[in-house]
Nanobody, 117 residues
Framework: QVHLVESGGGLVQAGGSLRLSCAAS???????MGWFRQAPGKKRDFVAS????????YYEESVKGRFTISRDNAKNTVDLQMNSLKPEDTAVYYC???????????WGQGTQVTVSS
């Protein structure tokens, strides 16, 4: 079992920045760590992921150039730096671990990000 705890969500104005962090504990040897998000009334969507071994990163098209994912294997953490935030980025953001770049096996409880216009 893997336990994931997110932090860093909040309310920010459009154009602003937030940094999300996630700490993993338990059986923390999944190949990838990443982030998904779910906006009100919408399905949960992939945002970004990173391969733990070599740092290869993957991003959903709308966040490329604005979001940066990073990891610290020694601390079993993954961060998501979000810049130039837009109202459409408003969602609950979930930390994940999984066997591939776009698949999640374990989920955190989620952290709310709200971007005001």
């Amino acid at each position: 079992q893997v336990h994931l705890v997110e932090s860093g969500g909040g309310l920010v104005q459009a154009g602003g920045s937030l940094r999300l962090s996630c700490a993993a504990s338990g059986r923390t040897f999944s190949t990838y760590m990443g982030w998904f998000r779910q906006a009100p009334g919408k399905k949960r969507d992939f945002v970004a992921s990173i391969r733990r071994s070599n740092g290869d990163t993957y991003y959903e098209e709308s966040v490329k150039g604005r979001f940066t994912i990073s990891r610290d294997n020694a601390k079993n953490t993954v961060d998501l730096q979000m810049n130039s935030l837009k109202p459409e980025d408003t969602a609950v953001y979930y930390c994940t671990t999984g066997p591939s770049s776009f698949a999640a096996e374990y989920w955190g409880q989620g952290t709310q990000v709200t971007v005001s216009s």
